[in-house]
């Protein structure tokens, strides 16, 4: 720009009107000693004179004239007409280059401190900074929004921010390619000054600003926020951020701060606090895209928090946490998952918080919601390992509609005294809900082996599948804990086990495929259990489905378990019926109990249609079916082996469908046949029990009165389908009874 040397005394009546067509150019730039470059329009411009004394250079303009000491005049030069505003921090000093000095941009730096006050009423004015400074800073005043491109600039300021944007008008910030730039603030922040309406300015941050911060750009942006109750970037509006590589290496407060939101669809960003890393305060998160890294090791902090919407539809999120009380993700309203990548693991534990006249814990959880969380196409990897720790949080309700969850919780429950001073309980969970549990699409994998560990817990319903999608949901639920005493000691001992599924209403299923392997229940309703389709495999449990009501429609059951398989109970204890039901009118239901009763109710029984089959255990007194009330069959292919003992029980007369109970002294072996066929010699049953039995309840619709045949032993050769033969051919028996049926209820014994 230095085309023209200043012009002293000798030039004083030098007129622009020349000047402007000698050049042609649109601006006279005055290059001053301390680094600071002038631009003024030439249009604007008249003349330059100096004082009487030669001391002062005047620049007489249209609007105003400016007066400089001769002195603090390099030169002056003639250029190009520009929006850009350069500066360039040299250690102690500043170098600037302000081309709309005379436009309403006002740009003053005492030392490295730097300060840019513009009244100018154009939108995205651009300022350049670069340099290093360890003793300087940045303050921007700006009534319009404007351009903030970091160019590679380090700017450490000991007492405040590195950078204070004092507008409420949006700031774009621009990390310029290959480039990498540092902010740093200090650790006690000298007294604001005041604003306009006499209260100390906003200084919350390393990089702050009243207005929106919106990020882009390639390059690389490191913050080192060391400030006592400050954070590293902040906004009192929204933080957007498109692009750049963005590291908060320290921060004494939230990593990210945005009062009214934050919105993230791109760029690299890794955080390290001491309280939240990425906090959307009274407004959102929105994350569309980018890669996030949180690590954080601080009691109560959360990785992504905010107190509206916590909304992610794309991007890859880690987050680790090792604080006790630490929420991956937490939001005041719903958080919803609709797309992306998120990996979560806490390792704190939860707290006992003062209550009443107890306690009441606080968790350490990956995802915590206080309205609802709803999965809809994310891929979810959640591992929680502190005591009580918690994988998915509602305080009302869990929606999982497709994508992938996986949940692994390894910690420990623990007992404790509640807000009553009454002994209690709390355990780790993978997926919990105050209201309810929907799962109806997507793959889930809930592991759990903490003590008294639950797989998928809700205080009123859980439900599985929806018939009115295409997809369905497949679930796969596995506990491993022990048990908790909490009270008592022999059979009257008060435990908390390891659940695979706890309602303490409903539970539901409706289509789906759902595999459960437990520690203890496999399935627990306080209300009722209704299986109306799909697939459910319990593979092991203690107990299978325990509930006062439960409801088999449709779809396969398979339950096997070391006490009932299937349990209807209200809980009441004593062999008098306490009106539970157990209402089994399709499907296919196979029982496998290794050592209590396959059907089980401490009420009545009704079979109306489907193919029961039931492994009752080796050895009284339990036996295949036990019931309190009345055991009615109507309908569906029946069949109970187990034990022959007092407790073994035939159907009521009041059933509509014909039945026998073919009981015997010496057992026949686990895996010998059990064949009933008619006088002409047609298959009604051929049966394999798993174990040694001696008693068999048969049911059919084509039991018919007339005379039948039992015989033992033997080999078949149709399909066996969990021990009951379909097609091929007996042969090989031994004859053991011939009956006639010509009642409902026909008792066989040999």
């Not at 937490?330 to 003062?354: F, R």
């Not at 009302?396 to 309980?425: C, E, H, L």
């Not at 799909?534 to 439960?550: C, Q, R």
């Amino acid at each position: 720009m230095r085309n023209n040397r200043l012009i002293k005394q000798s030039a004083l009546a030098l007129g622009f009107i020349g000047v402007t067509a000698l050049f042609a150019q649109e601006k006279m730039y005055i290059h001053k000693s301390n680094k600071e470059t002038l631009g003024a329009p030439l249009a604007k411009a008249d003349s330059i004179y100096f004082s009487a004394d030669g001391a002062n250079m005047l620049l007489a303009l249209t609007d105003s004239t400016a007066q400089f000491p001769v002195s603090a005049v390099d030169s002056v030069s003639f250029g190009e007409d520009s929006d850009i505003i350069y500066i360039t921090y040299l250690g102690n000093q500043v170098s600037i280059v302000n081309p709309l000095a005379f436009e309403g941009v006002q740009v003053q730096a005492i030392g490295a401190d730097v300060v840019i006050n513009s009244t100018m009423e154009k939108d995205l004015i651009n300022y350049h900074i670069s340099g290093t400074t360890e003793d300087g800073s940045l303050k921007i005043y700006s009534v319009k929004k404007f351009n903030l491109k970091l160019n590679g600039v380090a700017i450490t300021n000991p007492d405040g921010p590195a950078i204070n944007i004092q507008s409420g008008k949006n700031a774009y910030i621009e990390l310029v390619a290959g480039t990498n730039s540092v902010l740093n603030d200090g650790t006690t922040y000298a007294a604001a000054p005041l604003n306009a309406e006499g209260e100390e300015e906003d200084q919350d941050a390393a990089l702050f600003s009243e207005g929106d911060l919106k990020f882009s750009g390639s390059g690389n942006l490191t913050v080192n926020a060391i400030g006592t109750k400050k954070h590293a970037i902040a906004s009192d509006d929204e933080i957007e951020i498109l692009s750049g590589n963005i590291t908060i290496a320290k921060s004494q407060k939230d990593g990210i701060h945005g009062k009214s939101g934050v919105e993230i669809s791109g760029g690299q960003i890794s955080v390290i606090s001491n309280s939240d890393a990425i906090d959307g305060d009274e407004g959102y998160v929105n994350i569309s895209g980018g890669n996030i890294v949180i690590n954080n090791t601080v009691a109560k902090a959360h990785g992504i928090v905010c107190d509206s919407t916590l909304n992610i539809s794309g991007g890859e999120i880690n987050i680790t946490l090792a604080g006790d009380q630490a929420k991956a993700l937490k939001a005041a309203q719903d958080i919803n998952l609709s797309s992306g990548i998120i990996n979560i693991t806490t390792t704190g534990a939860a707290v006992l918080e003062a209550e009443g006249t107890g306690f009441n814990p606080s968790y350490s959880t990956g995802i915590k919601s206080d309205a609802n969380v709803n999965a809809s196409g994310a891929n979810i990897t959640i591992i929680t390992k502190g005591v009580g720790g918690k994988g998915i949080s509602a305080d009302k309700d869990i929606n999982i509609r497709s994508g992938i969850v996986s949940i692994t919780s390894s910690g420990n429950g623990a007992t404790y005294q509640d807000a009553t001073n009454t002994k209690d309980v709390y355990n780790s969970t993978c997926l919990t809900a105050d209201r309810n549990i929907n799962i109806i699409g997507g793959t889930c994998t809930f592991s759990n082996s903490g003590t008294a560990g639950k797989g998928i817990s809700a205080d009123t319903t859980i439900t599985i599948g929806d018939p009115n999608i295409d997809t369905f949901p497949i679930i796969n639920i596995t506990t491993t804990g022990t048990k908790i005493l909490i009270s008592g000691s022999g059979q009257n001992a008060s435990y908390a086990e390891a659940k695979a599924v706890k309602a303490d209403k409903d539970f539901n299923l409706i289509i789906g495929n759902v595999t459960i392997s437990s520690a203890d229940d496999g399935i627990k309703a306080e209300g009722t259990i209704n299986i109306e389709g799909g697939n459910l495999t319990i593979s092991k449990s203690i107990e299978g489905l325990e509930a006062p009501y439960i409801n088999i429609k449709d779809g396969n059951t398979s339950v096997a378990s070391s006490d009932d398989a299937i349990n209807g109970t209200k809980g009441n204890g004593g062999e008098g019926s306490d009106g539970s039901l157990v209402h089994i009118s399709g499907g296919t239901v196979v029982l496998d109990a290794s050592a209590g009763d396959g059907l089980d109710s401490n009420g009545d029984i009704t079979i109306d249609g489907g193919v029961v089959l039931v492994h009752g255990p080796k050895s009284q007194p339990e036996v295949g079916a036990d019931i309190n009330g009345t055991f009615k069959i109507n309908g569906g292919l029946v069949v109970v082996a187990g034990p022959n003992s007092m407790m073994t029980e035939s159907a009521a007369s009041s059933s509509t469908q014909n039945s026998m109970l073919a009981k015997w002294s010496q057992s026949l072996a686990a895996n010998s046949l059990f064949h009933i066929e008619d006088a002409s010699g047609k298959s009604l049953l051929t049966f394999q029990c798993r174990r040694a039995y001696t008693s068999l309840l048969f049911s059919s619709p084509e039991f018919v009165n007339g005379s039948y045949k039992i015989m033992t032993g033997g080999t078949c050769t149709g399909t066996n389908s969990n021990g009951l033969f379909t097609g091929g051919e007996y042969t090989g028996g031994t004859l053991k009874k011939s009956f006639t049926i010509s009642q409902k209820v026909t008792t066989v014994s040999f």
